[in-house]
């Protein structure tokens, strides 16, 4: 059983050190600051080449092997929770649109790589895991047009030509960049390098890369006051909301369509973990001067730990009480090499 490493663990403190340094920083840098927000977005196309990298775009039709836990998976990530986090948002932020428009971003992409950790600390179907990567990855992409304009264009207006570039430049050029990347390299390297030492100076290129486009977001943006400070319960209040429905919701899919339970499994941590490195630079970019929607996005990995470390737990402890029969998994061996080749977004 893999588990978390260590750096996994101390993400949502570096996180936090991060955007408490950013808003220091701010106290003393001039409003003039375009400087910082060219380190924003060569960061955040560095950051996000990092995390498309090791998704390898083959064997796409695998995930069809499983249809109607495939086609439940897709419907869940890409037409109900659009649909239900703007829904929380107006229960709940309905007051702070920028706070809103911030949980929509976070809650938009699915994440594309970590969430096979916890697959596999809850004993869920990995390969099967993997096999959707390449549709949640290609999908966020197509569809996050949509979503802004539809979903986050009701709560802050944004343009569309800035839309459009945001998106081209944070999302589809690192998509098609990365993929001839991997080709080179393993061409050039071999696989076990592409996965092995090359995947992992990416892993720490991504954090670090993450943690420099936090500081320069908050350090250039306008100063959080305490007001905005008192605002951090409702949001969290939506973002455990958000997980916590997200897993019965995946509870009770799985016992309706009566899927086994490691593919109850997978589903829960497929629809719950977002991705949020794929919507910083579009949010940078699109929303100027709004840190509250900057914050909303980068607590949400924050909540993020903590919870897929409860439902893990929770799925194990509800195995046998809800789930007879465990389905039989491929051999531990190809399991085990297939996650090692997936990065943690």
Known sequence: MSNLSTRDKEKPLILIAAVIVGMVLNRWISESSAGLLHVVEIGVFIVILAVMLPVELV??????TKIKPTALVLAVNFIF??????T?????????????AGVILYTLTPCIGWYLIFTDLAEGNVPWGMALLPWNITLQIVLMPLYLYLLVGRVIPVELTTLGRSIGFFLVAP??????????????????????PFKAAMGEVKLWALVIVIVAMFASQGALEAADAAQLGRLLLALIFFFLVLFGLALVLGKVTRLSYEETVTMAFTTTARNSEAV??????AFPGHPLVYFAIILGPIVELPV?????RALLSLRERLWVAREPLVASATAATSLERTDGA
């Open 59 to 64: 064997n796409v039709g695998r995930a069809f």
């Open 81 to 86: 929770i659009p649909i239900f986090s703007w």
């Open 88 to 100: 929380v948002g107006r229960l709940l932020l309905n007051q702070y649109p920028d706070l809103w």
């Open 175 to 196: 998509f098609i960049l990365s993929h001839f990347a991997q080709k080179l390299v393993i061409r050039r390297r071999g696989r076990e390098y592409f996965f092995g």
């Open 280 to 285: 910083i630079g579009v949010a940078v970019a």
């Open 308 to 312: 897929l470390l409860f439902i893990s």
